[in-house]
C-alpha cells in the first residue's frame, strides 16, 4: 500500500469518524430543544428518570422518538438516494425519482379523506374527525400506494428493458398520475379532511413513536447492510454496463433489486413522517465529492450524514417554531436548494459529473 493510499484511508476514516461524532453530538443537543422550555437541568434530570411526571413524558416520549425519527429517516433517505444515483447514472435521481412519494401522499389523502376526515365519513365535523382519524392506517394506506408505485414502474422497466432512462421517464409519468389522482381527491374533499390532508404532506417527525422508530430501523439497517453487501456490484454499475458484465455482474439483477429495496426504504419512511426532501440528493453529493464513489465507504458515510442533517434541520425547526416546530421537510427544502444550486454551479457547473 503506497503513501497515497494509506492517506485517503486515513482521510475516510477521519471523516466517518467525525460524523458518527456529530450524529451523536447533535441528537444529544436535541435533547435540550423544545416548546416547553425545559432548563438544560430538567432536562438532564429527566433524562435521568428524576424529573417531574410531564417533564419525563416530554423527554421519553416526545423528543428521544423524534431524534431516534431523525437519526434513521436521515441515514436510510441518503443512501436510498446514494443507490438510486448510482443505479440510474444520474445525479439528480432521488427517493422520489419513482414516484414513490407522489403515491405516498396519494395513498394517505385516500385514507384522511376518503375514510376518516372527508366526504365518506365525518363531514365537516372535527370531533368526528378526532375520532375517526387513524394514523396507523393512514401511514398503511401510504406505504401500500408506495409499494404499489414502485411495482409498477420496475415491472414497466422489466418489459422495455431496465436501462436507467426508461426507469426515470416511468417514474415521473407514474408519479404525474398520482399527483392528478391527488388531485382530484383534494377537489372533493371537505375543509376539515383536505386540512388534514395537507398537513400530512408536511414532513413531521412530531409523529415519530417507538413503534414507528423501530419499524423504521429494522428496514433502513437490513437495507445499509444489504447495500455494504452489494458495494462491489454497484462500484462496477460506475464504470459502465458493458465493463460491469465484463466482471460476472449482473447488471439488470441489480438494478433492480437495489432499486426495489431502495424505493421500500423510502416507502416507509415517507409513509410514517410525510414528505421530507433533498436529504437524498444532497448529502449523497456532498459524500461523493470528499470521499469519492467507493460505495464501501459512501453506503456508510451517506447514512451518517443524512442522519447529520435531519438532526440539524429538526434543531432548527424547533428553535424558530416560536413554540411549535416548523415542518422538517420544509427546513430541509431551505438548506438543501441553495447548497444544491451551489453544488451545480460552484465548479463552472460541472459539479453534476461527480
Known amino acids: ?190 375543509d376539515v379532511g383536505l386540512s388534514a390532508a395537507v398537513i400530512w404532506t408536511f414532513g413531521d417527525l412530531g409523529r415519530a413513536t417507538y413503534r414507528t422508530d423501530l419499524i423504521m430501523a429494522a428496514v433502513v439497517i437490513c437495507g445499509i447492510f444489504v447495500f455494504s453487501l452489494m458495494s462491489w456490484k454497484l462500484n462496477a454499475l460506475l464504470s459502465g454496463d458493458a465493463a460491469a458484465k465484463s466482471m460476472g455482474v449482473n447488471v439488470d439483477l441489480v438494478r433492480f433489486s437495489s432499486m426495489l429495496l431502495a424505493s421500500v426504504i423510502t416507502a416507509v419512511c415517507v409513509s410514517y413522517l410525510g414528505i421530507i426532501g433533498f436529504v437524498g440528493i444532497i448529502c449523497p453529493h456532498v459524500v461523493k465529492r470528499i470521499l469519492g464513489h467507493d460505495h464501501r465507504i459512501s453506503v456508510p458515510a451517506s447514512a451518517l450524514s443524512g442522519s447529520v442533517l435531519l438532526l440539524l434541520a429538526d434543531t432548527l425547526s424547533r428553535s424558530l417554531g416560536n413554540g411549535s416546530a416548523l415542518p422538517v421537510g420544509a427546513i430541509t427544502t431551505f438548506l438543501g436548494a441553495p447548497f444544491f444550486l451551489t453544488i451545480i454551479f460552484g465548479k463552472r457547473g460541472g459539479a453534476l459529473d461527480d
Open 1 to 190: 500500500m503506497n503513501a497515497k493510499q494509506t492517506g485517503n484511508g486515513k482521510k475516510r476514516a477521519a471523516v466517518l469518524a467525525g460524523l458518527v461524532l456529530a450524529v451523536l453530538l447533535l441528537a444529544f443537543l436535541c435533547l435540550f430543544i423544545g416548546s416547553s422550555h425545559m432548563s438544560a437541568a430538567e432536562t438532564l434530570a429527566a433524562l435521568a428518570g428524576r424529573g417531574s411526571a410531564a417533564q419525563n413524558r416530554i423527554l421519553w416520549n416526545i423528543r428521544i422518538p423524534r431524534i431516534l425519527a431523525a437519526v434513521i429517516a436521515g441515514a436510510g433517505l441518503s443512501a436510498a438516494g446514494l443507490v438510486m444515483q448510482t443505479d440510474l447514472n444520474n445525479a439528480m435521481a432521488s427517493p422520489s425519482t419513482l414516484g414513490v412519494s407522489n403515491a405516498a401522499v396519494f395513498g394517505a389523502n385516500l385514507s384522511i379523506i376518503a375514510f376518516a376526515g372527508g366526504f365518506l365519513s365525518t363531514g365537516n365535523n372535527l370531533t368526528n374527525y378526532t375520532v375517526g382519524a387513524n394514523p396507523y392506517a393512514t401511514s398503511l394506506m401510504a406505504f401500500l400506494f408506495s409499494t404499489l408505485s414502485i411495482l409498477l414502474v420496475l415491472g414497466l422497466c422489466r418489459l422495455r428493458s431496465f436501462r436507467p432512462g426508461v426507469v426515470v421517464l416511468a417514474g415521473i409519468a407514474l408519479g404525474s398520475v398520482w399527483t392528478a389522482a391527488t388531485t382530484i381527491l383534494q377537489f372533493y374533499a371537505t
